[in-house]
């Protein structure tokens, strides 16, 4: 059954002229163990909840995934699908790729995001499990690993969160063949891997990973464990093939026909390419079958628990949110009409998180060890922990990049929207994960606070410059930048709402005015921008557009080109994409037509041009900012509603 996979890995690498045989043809008979003996999964139902997740961390190996998907039954995965791996409008991409393929559990290629990934699907299975009961949540998370997969630095974040929350139902399966793409990865690395998971609080253990007893022993034996388990399982890259296996010729590229008809002779295997023995088939085909059973039973428990129960299990794992989110959003903002606050908007978001935490639990907030900074543990969250996994906050440590990769494994899962929380700086950190999660689609929240120059003393260590256009960059991401207490609502509901898509909301760490006053039922950032005050005596001349803590800047500029009697409107640009997702005519009506558009935003110009145009003036930075109180700052860096009124009266002049 393991020779079904290697050949056609083989074929199809061959064929596609592109691919990688060599983990595929490795990790074949762990895989054939896994998959036959041991995972619980349903080609006919692949969203099934309940079953248990596989992540190739190691995408490169992806004709591992498409043989298995291929042999087991999915629907869709067919043969001339795997003829066509690589292809244009394939469902067989050269790395694994969520939501195009069914079976695919999350988007692997970069390495170490799928194990980063799987992390927080363990930790979702143990939340689930504790707030709905083991009847209907109680699945495995397994994970093929490759040697790059742990020698990248997000193993080492997502490994050490695993082992402290204890998650015994994560297993990784380490593909231990010491080769990677430069050749052996003694070239470049000398840990052992089975101490380091030890050190990291995991169970661990060295297997041969071409001898099926012991493979079903090891994944027997760490099913008993009460931590995560690491097993080691040493293979040969390219097994099978008799002169490029065991090397890195056969890592990332065709074998070639003759060693691909050798390494049939070496296997015996003797059909033609693409052609599965029918024995062999039918074996695969009764493998996908054999947890039909277990799936129906499921089905039988969950229609035999509490129907209340079993309704808010169901729209959780649908993700829809019902009316829970508007009544929540509209109530605080009449509290905003009644008493405005001056006040940050991270504390702002931290009232939002108050009253959307209680509404919605589905909401799983953290930190990455800034808590009492970013503001995201709302009243009454508990620690999701390992002595209570029905917590809904964690604490991730100094992990952002691990948390960013955990959070896009929960939103995979199902029946959670994670939230968290680092500095917008470190936002860097984040970046590879947030850009997958995008690219799935998936929605994870990012609360990222002290968004400026005006987060002050720490300097410009801290102080995001260049962050807002480099996380704009990025499609299918919602960029929010709030400009007061009543935004920051209104942000928080529109992220919430983006069922398909990743979101940060940029937050201050300094107090800013609330210019939002009244009450206004409709949600004003839902177009990404508005126009907040419009000019007072006739027809604008200037158009003052800002995001965020800039918002009051430009406000004050209009008071003075006012006293000046030029006419300025301000538009407020909460989120870019919202705004360029427009219709032409809608956007040109938020961005007007006044002869001058200037911009003033504490961050870099990059991006603004799509709406000031390259004609239009921006105030903002240009280099790194400096440690100091942050209206000296803004001062010296020339952020100051004179320097704006300035900057207008001086294009008025040209
Ligand atoms: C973050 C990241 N860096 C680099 C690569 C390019 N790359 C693909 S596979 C690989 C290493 C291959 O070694 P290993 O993980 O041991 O896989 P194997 O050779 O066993 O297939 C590299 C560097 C990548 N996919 N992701």
């Not at 020779?3 to 595929?24: F, Q």
């Not at 003393?457 to 960059?473: C, F, I, N, S, Y």
């Not at 009506?589 to 041009?609: H, M, Y």
Request: glycine fraction near 10%.
């Amino acid at each position: 059954m393991a020779n079904a996979i290697r050949a056609l890995a083989m074929d199809a690498v061959e064929k596609a002229k592109s691919g990688h045989p060599g983990l595929p043809m490795g990790a074949a008979d762990i895989a054939t163990v896994l998959f036959t003996r041991f995972l619980k999964f349903d080609p006919a139902d692949p969203a099934w909840p309940d079953r248990d997740r596989f992540v190739l961390s190691a995408g490169h190996g992806s004709m591992l995934l498409y043989s298995l998907l291929y042999l087991l039954g999915y629907e869709g995965v067919t043969i001339e699908e795997i003829k066509r791996f690589r292809q244009l409008g394939s469902i067989t991409p050269g790395h694994p790729e969520h939501g195009h393929t069914p079976g695919v559990e999350t988007t692997t290629g970069p390495l170490g995001q799928g194990l980063a990934n799987a992390v927080g699907m363990a930790i979702a299975e143990r939340h689930l499990a504790a707030v709905f009961g083991d009847d209907i949540v109680d699945h495995w998370t397994f994970v093929l690993a490759s040697d790059g997969d742990l020698m990248e630095g997000i193993s080492h974040e997502a490994i050490a969160l695993a082992g402290h929350l204890r998650l015994k139902k994560l297993i990784v399966l380490y593909d231990d063949n010491a080769i990677s793409i430069d050749g052996p990865t003694s070239l470049a690395d000398l840990v052992d891997q089975v101490k380091r998971f030890e050190s990291a609080g995991w169970a661990a253990m060295r297997i041969d990973g071409h001898d099926p007893a012991a493979i079903a022993a090891a994944i027997e034996a760490a099913k008993r464990s009460d931590r995560p388990s690491l097993i080691a399982c040493r293979t040969t890259i390219g097994f099978g093939a008799p002169n490029k296996g065991g090397t890195e010729k056969s890592h990332g590229s065709p074998l070639g026909p003759d060693e691909i008809a050798a390494a049939r002779q070496k296997l015996g295997w003797s059909a033609a390419p693409f052609e599965i023995p029918t024995d062999i088939r039918e074996r695969w085909v009764a493998a996908g079958e054999a947890n039909k059973p277990a799936r129906l039973a499921w089905e039988k428990r969950l229609a035999a628990i509490a129907a209340d129960k079993r309704a808010a299990f169901e729209l959780r794992i649908r993700g829809e949110i019902g009316d829970a989110l508007v009544l929540a959003v509209t109530s605080l903002k009449q509290k905003l009409a009644q008493e405005p606050k001056e006040i940050a908007t991270r504390a702002a978001s931290e009232l939002a998180l108050d009253v959307l935490t209680a509404a919605l639990p589905e909401m799983v907030g953290g930190s990455a060890d800034l808590t009492g900074s970013n503001n995201t543990r709302a009243k009454g969250m508990k620690i999701l922990e390992a002595s209570n996994y029905s917590g809904t906050f964690i604490h991730y440590g100094v992990r952002e990049h691990g948390m960013a990769a955990a959070m896009n494994g929960m939103a995979l899962h199902g029946g959670i929207i994670p939230y968290s929380g680092t500095f917008l700086v470190f936002s860097d950190y984040c970046r590879p994960a947030i850009r997958l999660a995008a690219l799935m689609g998936q929605q994870v929240i990012h609360v990222m606070t002290h968004d400026s120059i005006g987060l002050g003393e720490d300097g410009p260590t801290h102080q995001p410059v260049e962050h807002l256009a480099a996380l704009r960059a990025i499609p299918n991401l919602k960029v929010f930048r709030p400009c007061d207490a009543v935004e920051t609502v209104e942000c928080w509901q529109l992220a919430l709402q983006s069922k398909h898509g990743p979101s940060v909301l940029a937050l201050t760490r300094q107090n800013i005015p609330q210019l939002r006053r009244g009450f206004d039922e409709h949600n004003r950032c839902a177009t990404g921008a508005y126009e907040m005050i419009a000019a007072d005596s006739g027809p604008p001349i200037v158009s003052l557009f800002a995001s965020g803590s800039e918002v009051t800047v430009a406000v004050e500029a209009r008071k003075l080109l006012a006293a000046r009697n030029i006419p300025a409107r301000v538009v407020s640009v909460p989120c870019f994409a919202l705004l360029l997702a427009l219709s032409e005519g809608e956007r040109a009506a938020v961005i007007g037509t006044a002869k001058i558009n200037v911009a003033v935003e504490a961050g870099i110009r990059q991006g603004w041009d799509a709406i000031i145009g390259s004609a239009g003036t921006f105030v903002g930075m240009t280099g790194f900012g400096a440690s100091a109180p942050h209206k000296d700052l803004y001062r010296h860096f020339g952020l100051t509603a004179e320097k704006v009124a300035e900057a207008a009266l001086a294009r008025l002049r040209k």
